[in-house]
């Protein structure tokens, strides 16, 4: 057996907030919509992780998904526009990323990071 994917799946009654933080902002498509479920992607080539860990590195707490993206500086700025606050960052850690903490519409931590 190989694992092919994981996906992580929130609970929410509005779908709508999902699409502003996930498809608005970060600029995934939606790949998938029964209506009541949708999933947001992209084209690039997905690949299998899970991670664990007692906090999130630099002291912060463990997020909840982190995000690569390939420019950094033009995340901030969406974030920043739609008015979403910067809970950490952003910042160059030492392990070689610079990234920034923001929370989406449920709550969870989301750790924006580009590897430098």
């Known amino acids: 057996m190989k694992v092919k994917r994981i996906m992580a799946n929130t609970a ?13 902002i970060l600029g995934l498509e939606l790949i998938m919509d ?29 997020p909840d998904l982190s995000i690569e993206v390939d420019d950094i500086g033009a995340a901030i700025e969406r974030f920043k526009e739609a008015g979403v606050p910067i809970e950490y960052g952003p910042v160059s850690e030492p392990w070689g990323v610079r990234r920034f903490y923001v929370r989406d519409p449920f709550e969870n931590l989301v750790n924006i990071l580009q590897h430098e």
């Open 12 to 24: 929410t009654s509005d779908l709508g907030k999902a699409a502003a933080f996930y498809g608005d």
């Open 34 to 62: 029964h209506g009541w479920f949708q999933t947001y992607g992209s084209d690039a080539r997905m690949t299998v992780q899970v991670s664990f860990g007692t906090e999130g590195g630099s002291g912060t707490s463990v």
